[in-house]
């Protein structure tokens, strides 16, 4: 079936400007992350999702980010007043907390990233 | 706090040859998993191999190995028969589960495969 899609791909933005980033999941997979990774580095914790609600966002860097998930499916990464810092490529990954499928439990499927310029 | 460390920033295999790569990781957990993932150009980051860590038989899918040691936290990845397409970032990622899916991921070592 199809993996973890994300759009944008790339998407170049202006100091000061809000953005958003959307990240569709695999079919029927309840639990959703997202990872902030920037030049160099591996991939840090955002947010994780089971269904609709938000079970740990611990990994949010400051109030500018915002994440929803409001059917349990899609989710969207808003980032107010966007400064320099927050260019990097933004990963969205999708699990299942029940292993089904052939598919092993909590093993994490990666989208292929936004990658967020900001000037 | 868990920590994963990955010592290599660069390595390079000639191709058809053995390349190991290494992993430590600092946890105070019992239960947890590991896993190696693969970030060709493309951006993809892409599963290689998983370890439960209670199970002591080390993991294997064709050509990839992991040498899993829990005492000494360590977790190794050998890829045998290195081909072209083994070019890539490699992380090694901790999950701990008995609180939250959180991943944390090391460093990354970039392996080349030369022809």
């Known amino acids: 079936g199809a993996g973890v899609s994300q759009t944008p791909s790339n998407k170049v933005t202006e100091k000061g400007k809000y953005v958003e980033l959307r990240c569709d999941p695999i079919?029927?997979?309840?639990?959703l992350y997202w990872y902030r990774q920037s030049l160099g580095q591996g991939p840090e914790f955002l947010i994780y999702f089971q269904g609709t609600g938000a079970a740990d966002d611990s990994g949010l860097p400051n109030d500018r980010f915002f994440a929803v998930r409001p059917e349990g499916s899609v989710s969207t990464l808003k980032i107010q007043r966007t400064e320099r810092g927050d260019s990097a490529v933004y990963l969205c990954?999708?699990?299942?907390?029940?292993?089904?499928?052939?598919?092993?439990?909590?093993?994490?499927?990666f989208g292929p990233g936004t990658r967020l310029t900001v000037l | 706090a868990q920590t994963v460390t990955q010592s290599q920033p660069e390595m390079s295999v000639q191709e058809a040859e053995t390349v190991t790569l290494s992993c430590t990781y600092d946890?105070?957990?019992?239960?947890?998993?590991l896993f190696w993932y693969k970030q060709p150009p493309s951006r993809q980051m892409i599963l290689v191999i998983r370890?439960?860590?209670?199970?002591?038989q080390n993991a294997t899918e064709n050509r990839f190995s992991v040498n899993f040691q829990k005492a000494a936290k360590s977790f190794s990845l050998k890829i045998s028969d290195s081909q072209l397409g083994d070019t890539a970032m490699y992380f090694c990622?901790?999950?701990?589960?008995?609180?939250?899916?959180?991943?944390?991921f090391g460093t990354g070592t970039s392996l080349t495969v030369i022809p």
């Open positions: 990954a999708s699990s299942l907390t029940l292993g089904s499928g052939g598919q092993s439990r909590d093993t994490q499927y």
């Open positions: 079919s029927g997979h309840t639990a």
């Open positions: 370890q439960e860590a209670y199970k002591q």
């Open positions: 990622a901790f999950l701990r589960t008995n609180t939250g899916n959180q991943f944390y």
């Open positions: 946890t105070s957990e019992s239960n947890y998993y």
